[in-house]
């Protein structure tokens, strides 16, 4: 007779700052298989919950972390990926502000979690190694043709941040000027009359901000979003 074929969810969660770029978010696993190794916060379904509620719980218990942008990215079930049975992932991706989750916290079986940058990744348990690069290779994508990255900036953010996490996601060098006039072409960000704090000797920049209302309205008018 074969074994019941189990389910998990797995979280890739990214986050940014200016000093250490992207980052995701993993945990040390408390207990065996793996113990002591990094991983990707997760774990088994309930027979009550849905996919998008379990991983949503696991992530939160394991590190006190809410989602905000969430999004299914692929089905792993290698026959050998968890030595414990044969077990099924369905990975999501999520991004967030990390400046906003400074104070992150171990619980249930983890018993660390660190925001790691995405160039240092440790040695990872199971098959999450793969998941990551699945992952970054997704969100490279699709931030050509979807602005997606303001989940990782302030409400508010000079123009430069933004250039700053285009050139980081796509991990490559931005033409400043070329950028800034394409993406003011989209009419999608609002220049406030504020600015930035003072940093050396220059000007402080204006301060900007994503207007969702008027992009999901240009979008139904056939707005085509390419970076």
């Known amino acids: ?11 890739v ?8 770029g992207i980052r995701i978010l993993l945990v040390k696993r408390k207990y065996e298989p ?7 916060p ?17 992530l939160y218990e394991e590190t006190g972390v809410r989602i905000n942008y969430l999004e299914q990215l692929y089905t792993f079930g290698k026959v050998d ?29 983890a018993e660390d979690v660190d925001w790691i940058k995405i160039k240092d990744l440790p040695s990872l348990a199971f098959d999450h190694k793969v998941i990551i ?4 290779d997704r969100l490279r994508s699709k931030v050509r ?4 990255g303001f989940e990782l900036l302030d409400s508010k953010f000079p123009f430069s941040d933004l250039e700053d996490l285009y050139g980081s996601l796509l991990d490559k060098p931005i033409d400043r000027r070329n950028f800034k006039k394409k993406f003011m072409s989209f009419g999608i960000l609002t220049e406030l009359n504020e600015f930035a704090p003072k940093k050396g000797a220059g000007r402080p920049g ?7 209302a008027k992009y999901k309205a240009r979008k139904e008018n056939g707005l085509f979003f390419e970076i």
């Open 1 to 11: 007779m074969s074994k019941k074929i189990k389910i998990t969810v797995d979280a």
């Open 13 to 20: 969660v990214f986050g940014y700052d200016q000093e250490s």
């Open 34 to 40: 793996f113990k002591g190794e990094w991983a990707l």
């Open 42 to 58: 997760g774990g088994f379904i309930l027979e009550s919950e849905n996919l998008e509620d379990a991983v949503e719980r696991e």
């Open 81 to 109: 990926r968890d030595p414990r049975s044969r077990i099924i992932s369905v990975a999501y991706f999520g991004l967030v502000n990390s400046n906003h989750y400074k104070d992150i916290r171990a619980d249930t079986d």
């Open 133 to 136: 690069e699945k992952a970054v």
């Open 145 to 148: 043709y979807e602005p997606i």
């Open 206 to 212: 204006k301060l900007y901000q994503f207007d969702e």
